[in-house]
């Protein structure tokens, strides 16, 4: 799926509804950082960086979150030739493991906001580099290729998955510390007929997935959706076993969650069933300890 401007610019109005949390970081950035970025005028600025300039008045912003200098026109990057090798990296990095998907781009959109350092996996960089500027960091290439996947995984500590088919190729988690995998595996247990077949690729890839992380051996989250949907998100949840397979869930809700999840490191790891509900979750840090427990896991 290509890269939706108007999904992009919807989802970054939706945060700013939901509590103007934009608004609260910048209002922290004008008390922390005084100094501003020059970029030249004949360079042209993204979508991304354009809202951002609206919103705070941008060259200060882009500093802020730690992109002063705008990418090539080819959305290549000057660390490109860096050798990918395990040893001496820094990891601190979350790579997100589809940006061209919705709920990707809306757990992009999220994590710049926290001021994280992202990578993101994509088909298009020089589109996705209009899109989101030089807040991320781009990789695209063949997820089968192991050259590629030493790439994208390279300083990275948090991997987040919001569809399936990248993990069943990764060979070695060294080095991650946590995988957050949306896997929409029992709504296609719950499909019947026509649905079914068309979803039979896909729910192989979710079996493969959900299949690699619990022997990988690491701390992983599996959030098994109901129905991904294009609805309003902040409609309440529910979390029973067994919702997945009938109900539905908010694309922008799949999307929090995802975020959520990164504070919530499991000792091994759990799997959990959400749907829009009548739940409304104040607490994520404690529901999400609570869904552990369940699981029979907990906070280290």
Not at 27 to 37: C, D, G, L, P, T
Not at 195 to 214: I, R, W
């Amino acid at each position: 799926m290509a890269i939706h401007l108007p999904t992009l610019q919807a989802s970054l109005l939706f945060r700013i509804n939901r509590g103007s949390e934009v608004f609260h970081l910048i209002a922290n950035s004008r008390k922390q950082e005084r100094a501003s970025v020059f970029c030249s005028a004949k360079k042209k600025i993204s979508f991304m960086d354009q809202i951002l300039d609206y919103i705070e008045g941008g060259p200060k912003l882009r500093k802020w979150y730690g992109a002063p200098d705008l990418l090539p026109k080819d959305g290549s990057s000057a660390d490109e030739e860096i050798d990918y090798s395990e040893e001496e990296q820094v990891r601190d990095a979350v790579l997100v493991a589809d940006g061209d998907s919705d709920v990707g781009q809306m757990v992009i959109l999220s994590l710049i906001v926290k001021r994280a350092r992202v990578k993101v996996v994509v088909k298009d960089k020089r589109r996705a580099s209009e899109a989101f500027g030089d807040y991320v960091e781009l990789v695209s290439g063949d997820a089968s290729n192991k050259q590629f996947l030493s790439k994208a995984l390279s300083r990275v500590q948090t991997i987040v998955c919001p569809s399936e088919g990248f993990l069943s190729n990764i060979s070695s988690f060294k080095g991650i510390k946590h995988v957050i995998l949306l896997s929409q595996l029992s709504a296609y247990k719950g499909t019947s007929g026509i649905q079914a077949f068309m979803k039979g690729n896909t729910k192989k890839l979710a079996e493969q997935d959900e299949s690699k992380l619990l022997a990988s051996g690491i701390p992983y989250t599996i959030i098994r959706a109901g129905t991904l949907q294009d609805t309003p998100g902040g409609q309440g949840l529910c979390f029973d076993e067994g919702s997945a397979s009938e109900g539905s869930l908010s694309k922008e809700d799949a999307a929090l969650i995802c975020v959520e999840a990164l504070n919530s490191v499991p000792e091994k790891g759990y799997i959990f069933e959400v749907v829009n509900g009548d739940e409304k979750v104040s607490d994520w840090k404690e529901r999400l300890s609570q869904l552990m427990e369940r699981a029979g896991q907990g906070l280290p």
